[in-house]
């Protein structure tokens, strides 16, 4: 009632009045009602509450949706989930697939460090975590994610470094869209200490410190070793080795992304031979 006398000093709808109000809660009552408790007995009806804030509410209406297999549509043609150690190389065989293949590149760690930056209160929070080097709530990346690649032009997407954890890759694709294929960069500890200390000299970066990086390690083989083991179970995961020299990476990337069926973009708009 408090919502629809509200909404009657902005609508300018005739029924937005208090009588008409009752009488359409009677007709609800009389006649709505026991359609629910039909459905209740076929077993397909599902209550929600609608009385938090709307986010809230559809929250659980998104449940209900993923309860059904009822799928958002897509947000991208393409979607590759590119994982691998703090350090592996992902940053660099990502920026060579943007220049080829024409991939929108979306790295989920400067997503959350732009977060930072803005010192917002999830970017205060983000900092803390990150710190700490604990993950940061999936619902506030897989939002930050979900939003860069609503806004993209290009809708084919690398996410790098992320699903970090399982209930991440779950929540991703129920919420946004399933991954295509996972790329996962292996690369012994060791090597990837070297790179991410010799990077702490210029890179300005809070995490960039030893302390950090063994954090950051404990993290990463707790809970992102699991998820390439869940994808490959899946068959759609592929490992490549980052420790030889960049480019002999590459050249194990684009067989990867041929075995996919996704081909480079073009180098011109229209080829013609002359014989």
């Given at each position: 009632t408090?919502?629809?006398?509200?909404r009657g000093l902005t609508s300018g709808r005739s029924d937005d009045n208090m009588d008409s109000i009752r009488k359409r809660f009677d007709t609800f009552i009389s006649q709505s009602l026991p359609v629910l408790?039909?459905?209740k007995q076929k077993g397909n009806a599902h209550v929600v509450s609608s009385v938090p804030a709307p986010d809230a509410v559809y929250e659980e209406v998104q449940a209900v949706m993923a309860q059904n297999n009822v799928r958002p549509k897509p947000v991208a043609d393409k979607v590759v989930f590119v994982l691998g150690g703090p350090g592996s190389g992902k940053?660099?065989?990502?920026?060579?697939?943007?220049?080829?293949y024409g991939f929108t590149h979306l790295s989920a760690g400067d997503l959350l460090r732009e977060?930072?930056?803005?010192?917002?209160?999830?970017?205060?929070?983000?900092a803390t975590l990150m710190t700490e080097g604990k993950l940061v709530p999936m619902e506030v990346t897989i939002g930050l994610l979900k939003a860069a690649m609503k806004q993209a032009e290009n809708k084919n997407f690398l996410i790098d470094g992320f699903p970090r954890a399982l209930n991440q890759g779950a929540a991703f694709e129920s919420s946004v869209q399933e991954a295509d294929f996972v790329l996962?960069?292996?690369c012994p500890l060791e090597t990837m200490?070297?790179?991410?200390?010799?990077?702490?000299?210029?890179?300005?970066?809070?995490?960039?410190?030893?302390d950090t990086?063994?954090?950051?390690?404990?993290?990463?083989?707790?809970?992102s070793v699991p998820v390439l083991d869940h994808y490959q179970v899946l068959g759609n995961a592929h490992v490549v080795s980052s420790v030889p020299a960049p480019d002999a990476v590459y050249e194990e990337v684009q067989a990867v992304m041929a075995q996919?069926?996704?081909?480079?973009?073009?180098?011109?708009?229209?080829v013609v031979f002359v014989l």
């Amino acid at each position: 009632t408090e919502r629809l006398m509200e909404r009657g000093l902005t609508s300018g709808r005739s029924d937005d009045n208090m009588d008409s109000i009752r009488k359409r809660f009677d007709t609800f009552i009389s006649q709505s009602l026991p359609v629910l408790d039909h459905y209740k007995q076929k077993g397909n009806a599902h209550v929600v509450s609608s009385v938090p804030a709307p986010d809230a509410v559809y929250e659980e209406v998104q449940a209900v949706m993923a309860q059904n297999n009822v799928r958002p549509k897509p947000v991208a043609d393409k979607v590759v989930f590119v994982l691998g150690g703090p350090g592996s190389g992902k940053g660099t065989q990502c920026a060579k697939i943007v220049e080829d293949y024409g991939f929108t590149h979306l790295s989920a760690g400067d997503l959350l460090r732009e977060e930072v930056k803005s010192r917002s209160a999830v970017g205060k929070m983000c900092a803390t975590l990150m710190t700490e080097g604990k993950l940061v709530p999936m619902e506030v990346t897989i939002g930050l994610l979900k939003a860069a690649m609503k806004q993209a032009e290009n809708k084919n997407f690398l996410i790098d470094g992320f699903p970090r954890a399982l209930n991440q890759g779950a929540a991703f694709e129920s919420s946004v869209q399933e991954a295509d294929f996972v790329l996962f960069f292996d690369c012994p500890l060791e090597t990837m200490t070297e790179r991410l200390l010799e990077r702490g000299k210029t890179s300005g970066r809070a995490d960039d410190n030893m302390d950090t990086i063994r954090k950051r390690f404990d993290t990463f083989t707790s809970q992102s070793v699991p998820v390439l083991d869940h994808y490959q179970v899946l068959g759609n995961a592929h490992v490549v080795s980052s420790v030889p020299a960049p480019d002999a990476v590459y050249e194990e990337v684009q067989a990867v992304m041929a075995q996919n069926n996704v081909r480079p973009k073009p180098v011109a708009d229209k080829v013609v031979f002359v014989l």
